[in-house]
């Protein structure tokens, strides 16, 4: 019954590679979102997505890219991975855009070596 | 360059006494501020809300505390329990904008 869910829980790979992290809700919310939990811990925006807009936070690399295969789905792309990469993602989904409840899925740390 | 902080990383309440958790933010503009909660390994749950036309919203345990004038939010916890022991988020929206969360406070409730 889980509302949002992630896949893999933890991700652990080399500097260079390409991986993705799948995000799936079944809600029947209209929006989804990653986030990005840096060291120290904030929960930044990375992107929000609708079937009709994708909202990019500028500060994101475009080394990150988000793909939608339907609405209940937000796969995060990310190619040629960092060091700095290394976080906790959050993805989340919310009925509308506005100021609807977000929900979370449970993160996936990513550690790249 | 933080929008939203939280000043106390972290508190220790004794149980059933008051937690209060506070959260400072930068721009008046921001019009809808939200708590969250997190366990460890789980993601943030929604906890309780505000907009900037009210000062007060209450829901049990929960109440949230707005002042706009000092752009400053509080979560008290009235009273804490041991299960209450998470991370606290704060997030504040703009219209138009996304969500801006704070870096979070561990609230440590001892029984």
């Known amino acids: 019954d889980t509302a949002v869910s992630q896949t893999p829980k933890y991700l652990v790979t080399q500097m260079g590679n390409d991986k993705s992290i799948k995000c799936e809700q079944n809600l029947g919310h209209d929006t989804m979102y990653w986030y990005k939990q840096d060291s120290k811990k904030f929960l930044k925006i990375m992107f929000s997505?609708?079937?009709?807009?994708?909202?990019i936070n500028e500060t994101v690399p475009n080394r990150f890219s988000p793909k939608s295969p339907d609405k209940a789905h937000l796969n995060l792309h990310i190619n040629s991975l960092e060091l700095g990469d290394s976080a906790v993602y959050f993805c989340a989904s919310s009925l509308t855009g506005s100021t609807d409840t977000q929900y979370f899925g449970p993160g996936t740390r990513l550690t790249v070596l | 360059d933080q929008q939203v902080k939280q000043n106390s990383p972290s508190l220790s309440v004794q149980e059933g006494r008051i937690s209060i958790l506070n959260c400072d933010y930068t721009n008046s503009m921001f019009d809808y501020f939200l708590w969250y909660k997190k366990y460890p390994a789980e993601g943030p749950t929604f906890l309780i809300s505000?907009?900037?036309?009210?000062d007060k919203n209450e829901d049990g345990r929960f109440t949230v505390f707005l002042n706009k004038s000092a752009k400053h939010l509080s979560l008290h916890i009235v009273p804490s329990q041991p299960g209450d022991s998470a991370v606290y988020f704060c997030?504040?929206?703009?219209?138009?904008?996304?969500?801006?969360f704070g870096p979070g406070t561990r609230l440590s409730v001892l029984p």
């Open positions: 997505y609708n079937n009709k807009e994708l909202i």
């Open positions: 505000i907009s900037s036309i009210k």
């Open positions: 997030a504040v929206y703009n219209y138009g904008q996304n969500f801006v």
